[in-house]
Nanobody, 120 residues
Framework: QLQLAESGGGLVQPGGSLRLSCAAS????????LGWYRQAPGKEREMVAT??????TTYSDTVKGRFTISRDTTKKFSLQMNSLSPDDTAVYYC???????????????WGKGTLVTVSS
């Protein structure tokens, strides 16, 4: 029903900034939550930031104060990353939870991921 595509990943030096974007295609009428997750080498995938339909944001402790998630349009949202550290190196995935209130369940959609490498 929905397809997601990340963009903006790449190589950046420690202390630098990068902005990731996610574009959704399909019926976005009943999107409940949008978010970013990441998976570093040898580690489990972890939540980075989420934003609800109403605009409520949540951040992991490791990125609070440095990252900002924003809903840019109905079908696009982004993650502004500042003061990047080598610890932020990971594949970043955008995700959307979709499902109208009258449906029996919701569905999580995932992008294919974009690599962010923080290194000097």
């Amino acid at each position: 029903q929905l397809q997601l595509a990340e963009s903006g990943g790449g190589l950046v030096q420690p202390g630098g900034s990068l902005r990731l974007s996610c574009a959704a295609s399909g019926d976005t009428t009943c999107i409940n939550t949008l978010g970013w997750y990441r998976q570093a080498p040898g580690k489990e995938r972890e939540m980075v930031a989420t934003i609800t339909h109403g605009g409520t944001t949540t951040y992991s402790d490791t990125v609070k104060g440095r990252f900002t998630i924003s809903r840019d349009t109905t079908k696009k949202f982004s993650l502004q990353m500042n003061s990047l550290s080598p610890d932020d190196t990971a594949v970043y995935y955008c995700t959307v939870n979709e499902g109208c209130y009258y449906e029996a369940s919701t569905t999580d959609y995932w992008g294919k991921g974009t690599l962010v490498t923080v290194s000097s």
